[in-house]
């Protein structure tokens, strides 16, 4: 893809490595000058503002759901990213069952509670820990992991695999003539993949013969005629996809809800001794670093322009919703993490027909998950001898994130 307009300079110069440890800079200035840009060092557009994102995620008669290259490389085809039409129709209806509010809420105090119970109890008596790998990693795979029916599969494991997926996925750098910038980063991403199948595959079998109450169990069979079950080829793309971000990004919730509420420590105090503004604390910070902070896109069936930008059909427009959650005609001092900041709506489960089926599930997660942590440590403290490194553009959250108490 070639740029349909002079890019500035500055914005050629713009490099993976960059926008990863701290995309804001150039986001913040992105905003100003050129919301929606072309970016070289990616080989496609950014939409950077909330009023662009709006009007890309929001449109499905212009816009068609897309991921980047380097996401196809990494998920295949169809997955419900980037299927359309009927065949997202299809595999959109077949995710939903188990994540609507109402089904949610029969079932996630039992699933959740225990899970982030026994993590709190395999760190409260040490009096410190990184929560990011003891804690809300785990917690996140575990909780998805056993709703999909993947009980057998380690939480070192998954957390092994989501991270794999996640460094293939994000690896989108491209050099001038269009090829990979970096082609050895998707050999994580292919070895996971292979793992992944190597112990799904018998865990189908006996589901095809054998159906219970894991969401699994339902991909195969709901809506099927009798006798039948969907192509596991049909399937594997979309579970990849839920390997990657469903597992990953609730973990990235808790984590940088704890990170925000650190930088305000009055604020911290209250949400420990109140539980009831957990929920507003994970809103906030879903919208100061959004997880999924941009990994969807989108690509328009017809010529169009957006803020300026003339965009030829078939051009790849990514959603970078942890800018546009940034956005100065939106937010007053957008860069803080703020509790008490009027609720304006964010961007970070996305917008339109593509909008996140698991929002609902993975904020009682990160509720449930919070309240347990809170609840059994309350004189949790921020180890400040360590910092706390955020890293990604694709997807983002705290590295690691250490904490002590008094035991
Ligand atoms: C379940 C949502 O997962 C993803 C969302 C956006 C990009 C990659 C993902 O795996």
């Not at 119970?117 to 785990?138: K, S």
């Not at 998707?186 to 292979?194: L, S, Y």
């Not at 979309?238 to 305000?264: D, N, R, Y």
Request: charged share 25%; net charge negative; proline share 7%.
């Amino acid at each position: 893809m070639t740029a349909v307009h002079e890019t500035p300079a500055w914005i050629a110069e713009i490099t993976m490595a960059e926008l990863e440890r701290n995309p804001y800079p150039f986001y913040e200035r992105l905003r100003k000058e050129c919301p929606v840009a072309f970016i070289p060092a990616l080989g496609f557009h950014v939409a950077t503002t909330k009023e662009a994102c709006q009007e890309v995620g929001g449109n499905s008669d212009i816009w068609d759901g897309l991921i980047s290259p380097a996401g196809g490389r990494t998920f295949g085809h169809p997955n419900v990213l980037n299927a359309n039409g009927p065949e997202h129709d299809e595999l959109r209806g077949m995710v939903e069952p188990s994540l609507q509010p109402a089904e949610v809420n029969r079932y996630v105090e039992d699933l959740v509670r225990p899970i982030a119970r026994r993590y709190v109890e395999a760190i409260e008596d040490a009096g410190r820990a990184d929560l990011v790998a003891q804690f809300c990693e785990p917690v996140s795979v575990r909780s998805l992991g056993d709703l999909m029916g993947l009980q057998s599969v380690s939480s070192d494991k998954l957390r092994e695999w989501f991270h794999k997926l996640s460094v293939s996925f994000t690896n989108a750098g491209v050099l001038e003539n269009g090829d990979w910038a970096n082609p050895e980063g998707f050999k994580p991403g292919d070895e996971a993949r292979a793992e992944i199948r190597a112990v799904l595959d018998p865990l189908i079998d006996k589901w095809i013969v054998e159906p219970d109450d894991s969401a699994l169990s339902h991909w195969l069979h709901d809506g099927m005629p009798e006798g039948q079950v969907r192509d596991r080829e049909q399937l594997y793309p979309t579970v990849f996809v839920f390997l990657l971000g469903a597992m990953q990004e609730p973990g990235h919730a808790m984590a940088s809800t704890i990170a925000g509420l650190w930088t305000k420590p009055e604020q911290f105090e209250r949400v420990v001794d109140d539980p009831k503004l957990i929920r507003r604390a994970i809103t906030e910070s879903m919208r100061w670093t959004s997880p999924i902070w941009s990994a969807v896109a989108r690509t328009n069936k017809v010529d169009t322009t957006v803020a300026g930008t003339f965009l030829p059909a078939g051009s790849l427009v990514m959603l970078s919703y942890g800018s546009a959650n940034h956005d100065e005609n939106d937010y007053n001092a957008p860069s803080e993490y703020d509790l008490d900041r009027a609720p304006v709506p964010h961007l970070a489960f996305g917008a339109g027909k593509h909008a996140c089926a698991g929002s609902y599930f993975a904020s009682e997660v990160c509720r449930i998950g919070l309240e347990e942590l809170f609840e059994a440590i309350p004189n949790l403290e921020r180890d400040e001898d360590k910092e706390i490194d955020f890293w990604g553009w694709g997807f983002r959250g705290p590295v690691e994130l250490h904490a002590h108490w008094e035991v």
